[in-house]
């Protein structure tokens, strides 16, 4: 089982990443995937999923509306476009999936990513 996150960066603020996460090993298909981020001296803080039910996406209230969550099931990847980004987005993005149809709780996540790191300059 393996998640790779890829496309983060240093960007100013106002600017836009996209992240994806390539994922193998598992039937891609019967999991959600949740997109986590960890600042220095913070906890993980759950920021999108996409759910494995139907589809469904959430958003972090602090994210709602500046970033997008997609998923390309051919390709076994999901997306995590980031616009109008803030210094406060900095981070390391984790990309994480769940057996379950998608939860905030991160160590309800099965597999994990190795994290990319995003910095917002202001």
């Known amino acids: 089982v393996q998640l790779v996150e890829s496309g983060g960066g240093l960007v100013q603020a106002g600017g836009s990443l996209r992240l994806s996460c390539a994922a193998s090993g598992f039937t891609f298909d019967d999991y959600a995937i949740g997109w986590f981020r960890q600042a220095p001296g913070k906890e993980h803080e759950g920021v999108s999923y996409?759910?494995?039910?139907?589809?469904?996406?959430y958003y972090a209230d602090s994210v709602k509306g500046r970033f997008t969550i997609s998923s390309d099931n051919a390709k076994n990847t999901v997306y995590l476009q980031m616009n109008s980004l803030k210094p406060e987005d900095t981070a390391v993005y984790y990309c994480a999936a769940d057996a379950d149809p998608g939860t905030w709780v991160p160590w309800r996540y099965d597999y994990w990513g190795q994290g990319t790191q995003v910095t917002v300059s202001s």
């Open positions: 996409i759910s494995s039910s139907d589809g469904s996406t």
